[in-house]
């Protein structure tokens, strides 16, 4: 069964830079058409997409992230990664990472437990 | 860019029909994937491509996709029902989720 686990610091300070890893288990990352993605939720809010890398490098981002977004890919040890940089409170929120299928369209068939980061000084 | 509208909120009783709309611009013309989320917990899929139900979701669940509504229907509600839902398309190299839909069983 493929898991999904999500770590990294819970506080972050404004303006610094967010790092958070997801390391998989029961599964490859380099698993042919599956992209690998963060997803994040505000407290008491709803899902939002922050982008997905495949294996190989190619990536897809939100466009309202993407100038403060990058998302790698470590395939040694099986984890990805994102980081957002100059975070304000707006982006406090619990972080998902999750595996994106495809067919017809992408989609997310499994989810991380979510790490909560909240920017604050 | 894409948006997915839902009602903030649907309240249904026990053994009765729960509909949940997610509207969008042509969404007729996407896949819609639906998702639940209990509280304190991750989504789980319980729709993929408009209408199918992964292996382990109930029957009561079903979906259709047409125009610009989608629908998430949960048939016989029960109270394990109770949960946040949302829709989620793919748009323009975008994952885009619907705004979400919280279901009370009263």
């Known amino acids: 069964q493929l898991q999904l686990q999500e770590s990294g610091p819970g506080l972050v300070k404004p303006s610094e830079t967010l790092s958070l890893t997801c390391t998989v288990s029961g599964g490859s990352i380099t698993s042919s058409t599956y992209y690998w993605g963060w997803i994040r939720q505000p407290p008491g809010k709803g899902l939002e997409w922050i982008g997905s890398m495949y294996y190989s490098g190619s990536a897809y981002y939100n466009p309202s992230l993407k100038s403060r977004v990058t998302i790698s890919v470590d395939t040694s040890k099986n984890q990805f990664s994102l980081k957002l940089r100059s975070v304000t409170a707006a982006d406090t929120a619990l972080y998902y990472c999750a595996r994106m299928g495809h067919s017809y369209a992408y989609y997310f068939d499994y989810w991380g437990q979510g790490t909560l980061v909240t920017v604050s000084s | 860019s894409y948006e997915l509208t839902q009602p903030p909120s649907v309240s249904v009783s026990p053994g009765q029909t729960a509909t949940i709309t997610c509207s969008g611009d042509k969404v007729g013309d996407k896949y819609l994937w639906w998702y639940q989320q209990k509280p304190g917990q991750s989504p789980v899929l319980v729709i993929y491509e408009d209408t199918k139900r992964p292996s382990g979701i109930p029957e009561r669940f079903s979906g259709s996709n047409s125009g610009n509504t989608a629908t998430l229907t949960i048939s016989g509600t029960q109270a394990m029902d109770e949960a946040d839902y949302y829709c989620?398309?793919?748009?323009?190299?975008?994952?885009?989720f619907g705004t979400g839909t919280k279901v009370t069983v009263l």
């Open positions: 989620q398309a793919w748009d323009s190299s975008t994952a885009v």
